[in-house]
């Protein structure tokens, strides 16, 4: 079980390992390319994602999981540009989402000014990383958890509810 206060180690193995005994879990007897997700590689998982606002215009968000810590600590979560496939704080904040209000999930473009993007929730790596706090009955249980809680919280924070549009417009 992950722990408040402990730095996640990567074991590139063990997260291959898990990731493909999760994979049919989570994808619940679908094909990759029928839930039409992507793996680029054996630790990395590409994820497109929808988001209405205003009841009429639905926004295109691509998520990048990596599961290089993974299962003892949960997926690294991360919107990225869906043409050049990263995350450049100075660029691409047009492809994170707005979530307002949301309890369990917030998306900063560049966390206290240190360069990196944060999906602030206790299912996603870099809440860990960066040390932010959490409450004992939120830290990240890989016994009754898997990667499906990651895209819950973030499916969840998409929903009209939470979402207001891109961070940025769009051109």
């Not at 291959?16 to 039409?36: I, M």
């Not at 919280?153 to 207001?164: D, E, N, P, V």
Request: glycine letters at 6%; one cysteine or more.
């Amino acid at each position: 079980m992950a722990k408040e206060g402990e730095t996640p180690v990567p074991d590139q193995t063990r997260g291959a390992e898990a990731l493909r005994e999760d994979l049919p879990k989570v994808l619940q007897r679908r094909t990759l390319e029928e839930a039409g997700w992507c793996q680029p590689d054996l630790l990395t998982l590409l994820i497109p994602l929808f988001a209405q606002r205003d009841g009429q215009t639905t926004d295109f968000f691509l998520l990048r999981l990596y599961f290089n810590c993974y299962p003892i600590w949960p997926p690294s979560a991360q919107f990225i540009n869906p043409q050049t496939l990263k995350y450049v704080v100075s660029v691409d904040k047009k492809w994170l989402p707005k979530i307002e209000g949301s309890p369990e999930i917030a998306v900063h473009d560049n966390y206290s000014n240190q360069g990196i993007q944060l999906i602030c929730s206790s299912v996603t790596l870099e809440f860990y990383q960066v040390g932010h706090s959490v409450k004992p009955e939120h830290i990240w249980d890989e016994k009754h958890q898997n990667f499906s809680a990651t895209l819950a919280a973030i499916r969840h924070g998409l929903t009209q509810s939470f979402y207001k549009g891109p961070q940025e417009a769009r051109s």
